[in-house]
């Protein structure tokens, strides 16, 4: 059996970090915002609906299963939408970007 993608030591950090949730927000709301967001973001981008239909119900793992994360292939399936054409970034408050860039390691920097 293997362990859950966030761990009580994430929730503990995340929670800890200065700026990283909004103020007054908890981790679990944050986190279902994030969900939430990256399941728009992505459709926004016509990612195709069986791949991202997990994070509209909140189940990290299975969309991570879905791309094949980790791997060279979840590199480019991130890569295919967090390059080029990047209008629809908006869709992804600050809070959201901070979960990318702590799960996923992607930084996006919006001016």
């Known amino acids: 059996m293997s362990s859950p993608f966030v ?7 995340i929670e800890n ?3 990283f949730l909004a103020d007054g927000i908890s981790f679990d ?3 279902a915002t ?7 973001y992505f459709k926004a981008y016509k990612c195709e609906e ?3 239909e997990p994070l509209k119900k909140h189940e990290i793992e299975k969309f991570n299963k879905n791309i094949g994360f980790p791997s060279y292939g979840s590199y480019y399936f991130f890569d ?3 390059t080029g054409d990047l209008s629809n970034l908006t869709l992804l408050n600050q809070t959201s970007r ?3 860039e702590y799960f996923y390691d992607i930084l996006l920097i919006v001016d």
């Open 7 to 13: 761990t009580s030591d994430d929730v503990r950090k």
């Open 17 to 19: 970090y200065d700026d």
């Open 29 to 31: 709301e944050g986190y």
């Open 34 to 40: 994030f969900m939430d967001q990256l399941y728009a």
């Open 50 to 52: 069986n791949i991202i």
């Open 80 to 82: 295919d939408y967090f």
């Open 98 to 100: 901070n979960f990318l």
